[in-house]
Each structure stands twice: as structure tokens, then as C-alpha cells.
């Protein structure tokens, strides 16, 4: 009976758990929180870059402006970040708003290095 507890316990920690890790990220899909196995080095667009952030209050706005978004398709999904980066100058710029969250910045962390994975 006490494993059982203990079990029960351990269940609903982890629920807990995850309801803090995700509060304040709705705009975020659950798959973004899975592990990942990196793209092996001859399969990333980088594999050493100059990484810079910036932050602004129109992220929605300029990202799908940058990427190429139409305004229909940025309406639906507006961007909460994204990574512009230059291959030849081996540069990637991380584009926040205000607020943000580590999966989301790592999100584009990655992009920095493997370029389009989703």
C-alpha cells in the first residue's frame, strides 16, 4: 500500500510539475518541451556562429515580416520568435519579444544551427 502512495505521489508531482513549466507558455505546443536528438554536424547549416538577441515589442509584427509571412497566415499564427541567420557570415540573430521563455529562445537557438528542422 505505501508503494502505492508513493506512487500516486510521484504522479502527481510530475502533473504538477508540468502544469508551472507550461504556465505562461500556451503559445508554445507541448511538443516543443519533447528531447531532441541534434543534427549531426554535416547535417547543420552552422555549426559555429556568432549569436546575437535581440528583443523587441513588434517580434510578431517583424518576424513574419521576416519570414515571409503573409498577413493571413501571421494573423493565425502570429511568430512569438524567430532566427534570421547568414550562412556566409556565420551570424544568427535570436529575435524576442519582452517576454519570453527558454524553450522559445532555444527553440531559435537551434534554428541558428540547424537552419529549417520543422
Known sequence: MKATKSG????????????????????????????????????????????????????????????????????LTPPVACAIWNTPLKECTVVTGTRTSHVALGHEVRHCFEGHFH
Open 8 to 75: 500516486a505521489l510521484a504522479r502527481l508531482l510530475g502533473i504538477s510539475s508540468l502544469i508551472i513549466l507550461t504556465t505562461g507558455c500556451n503559445t508554445l505546443p507541448m511538443e516543443e518541451y519533447a528531447q531532441f536528438s541534434p543534427a549531426i554536424p554535416s547535417k547543420r547549416i552552422l555549426n559555429q556562429v556568432k549569436v546575437s538577441w535581440e528583443v523587441r515589442d513588434d517580434v510578431a509584427d517583424f518576424c513574419a515580416k521576416a519570414k515571409g509571412m503573409g498577413k493571413e497566415q501571421a494573423f
